[in-house]
Nanobody
Framework: QVQFVESGGNLVQPGESLTLSCAAS????????FSWWRQAPGKQRERLAT???????MYSEIAKVRFTISRDNARATVYLRMNNVTSGDTGVYFC????????WGQGTQVTVAS
């Protein structure tokens, strides 16, 4: 299993950029695929972006234009760069696998407000 500690969330204004980090513990980080998820207020958790072990990227429709996922295997960390944020990006952001079957971390809160 893998455990996650997400960080980097903050209160930001619309149009700003933000980079989230997800530190992962457990075996074989470099051989695993990882995804960023978001839970907006009153909504179900949704998958935003995935990076594979071979550094391929996959994005949901809502993330493909403004978000970029990356990873640093030496640091066992996954990142999510969010550009031109909007109020719709408010929520708690999590790391997990594609299916969301690993234990969830605490997440990191992103609030977009002017």
């Amino acid at each position: 299993q893998v455990q996650f500690v997400e960080s980097g969330g903050n209160l930001v204004q619309p149009g700003e950029s933000l980079t989230l980090s997800c530190a992962a513990s457990g075996d074989a980080f470099g051989s695993r695929d990882f995804s960023w998820w978001r839970q907006a207020p009153g909504k179900q958790r949704e998958r935003l972006a995935t990076i594979t072990r071979s550094f391929q990227h996959m994005y949901s429709e809502i993330a493909k234009v403004r978000f970029t996922i990356s990873r640093d295997n030496a640091r066992a960390t996954v990142y999510l760069r969010m550009n031109n944020v909007t109020s719709g990006d408010t929520g708690v952001y999590f790391c997990n696998n594609w299916s969301g079957t690993w234990p969830w971390g605490q997440g990191t809160q992103v609030t977009v407000a002017s």
